[in-house]
Nanobody, 126 residues
């Protein structure tokens, strides 16, 4: 029974920081790529960041590059997203997603991912 649970969202002023966490369960003995996506009201889901199983490969959307940092702790089955210098445009529901493909692929396409969390709301005020 796989479950991803995001936490750490909230309300913050522009320029502030938040740290999101995603706790994964039911993925013992598996290696998986983790990614963060977000969706603002009236907009399509968009890719934010991705990290490989080893943590050796990371990638960020241009809109967050230099401001967000993705990391993971496989011993704790946790993936984090440190968000700094937040902008109102970052307001969205943030989702973590896991790709359990045996190939270990790294993809920015949401359709690639097998499991999703329920999301955590991030609101950045002006």
């Amino acid at each position: 029974q796989v479950q991803l649970v995001e936490s750490g969202g909230g309300l913050v002023q522009a320029g502030g920081s938040l740290r999101l966490s995603c706790a994964a369960s039911g993925l013992s003995f598996r290696s998986y790529t983790m990614a963060w996506f977000r969706q603002a009201p009236g907009k399509e889901r968009e890719y934010v960041a991705i990290i490989s199983w080893s943590g050796g490969t990371t990638n960020y959307a241009d809109s967050v590059k230099g401001r967000f940092t993705i990391s993971r702790d496989n011993a704790k089955n946790t993936v984090n997203l440190q968000m700094n210098s937040l902008k109102p445009e970052d307001t969205a529901v943030y989702y973590c997603a896991a790709d359990l493909s045996a190939s270990g692929r790294v993809s920015t396409y949401g359709s690639t991912y097998d499991y999703w969390g329920q999301g955590t709301q991030v609101t950045v005020s002006s």
